[in-house]
């Protein structure tokens, strides 16, 4: 989708201006062209052309694949890539860093990292929550297999269970929040005492990392994540040598990876309604906004029907249940021939969406727990050497 400077024209879900970045440039030229620069300015530059690359390589997927499990899995090895390398700019610098203004810029970067751990959570439950409906489907499919016995009636009924079980599994779960809220298992603990010293004050959020609560809300959790996420000025970029561009970059990229999973997997009051602009001045603004817009169109054809997630395998499940519900309501013993065919054409269905369950889960969910990982070992890293920049 072309990028316009259209203002007149918004999102139903998300409000997003087209020209925040307020930096002047020809400021940040006379400082390059005083050499004043201890920053390698080269390995800035290949941050953001590593975080242009990345997603400009998510983008080029077809429609098959765009939001599927195997995409979603892409989108974390991007982010790691990014953070890694980001981390290494970070570590050089450490002595720049830890001193005003970047140590701010620092800190806020890590408190939005710490909400970003509940997100990680929430995903795991929501993988947990699809898990959940595999099984029902396994049941329906060992259920009506006619390459192992005839179909009849028994089997037709054991069917007709797992899908209202299916069914009333799905409807607790809307009206409840999430059944896994109240058993949420974490991916790792922080250390308390130190996150209490080092934690800015206010916030819109506490962070529950540990444990979501019933009353949690992920589009809350966006949003507090994504306020006040600003451009860095001019003099801002001028005082930290160049750094503030790349501290502001990972912001976008955490918030842009935590709404697309969000977005994409059943969570505990998900939705898209979060507003924040994507800039496009950067290099790395065009794929994200091409991106943010391409899971828009996505969202408007398929959001009114199903308000699980814009997963890729979930719309075959969806549209592959209410097939075989509408079938198992209606067929007649003995079965006629076109009604064979159906039900032998919505198991072979019904035995692809159960394979890309099993298969893209637990990679899934194993990336999912890496990037937990490495959020909190960047974050404890970080508040160490701002740590002992403060003394």
Known sequence: MPITDDQGSSSPFLAFGRSIFGARREQVHSIEGKHEFSVDQLELESFQKQVTDQFNHLLTVDADEFLSLAWLQKLLDAFVCCQEEFRVILLKNKALVSK???????????????????????????????????????????????RQRVIGEGQLRRARKALMDLALTMLEEKESGSVFSHRNRSFGRYNTSKDRHHRLSGGHSRSLSWSVSPSWSATKQLQSIANNLMPPRGNEIAATNGLAIPIFAMNYVLVFVLWTLVAAIPCQDRGLN???????????????LLLHDRIMEES?????????GLLKEILRFDRCTRQLMDLVDFVHF????????????????????????RNGLDPLERQVKEVFRKIMNIRTEGLEFLGRGSE
Request: glycine content about 4%; hydrophobic content about 40%; overall charge negative.
């Open 274 to 288: 979060v507003h924040f602009s994507i800039p496009r001045q950067f290099s790395w603004g065009t794929p994200l």
């Open 100 to 146: 005003p203004p970047l140590d701010r810029l620092v800190a806020e970067f890590f408190e939005r990292s710490l909400k970003a751990l509940d997100i990680c959570n929430a995903t795991r439950d929501g993988i947990e929550k699809i898990r959940l409906w595999q099984k029902h489907l396994e049941i329906v499919l060992c259920a009506l297999d006619s």
């Open 300 to 308: 408007k054809k398929r959001e009114q029907r199903n308000s699980n």
């Open 334 to 357: 003995p079965l006629a021939e076109e009604q064979k065919v159906e039900v032998e054409q919505g198991m072979e269905e019904l035995a692809l969406v159960c394979e890309a369950f």
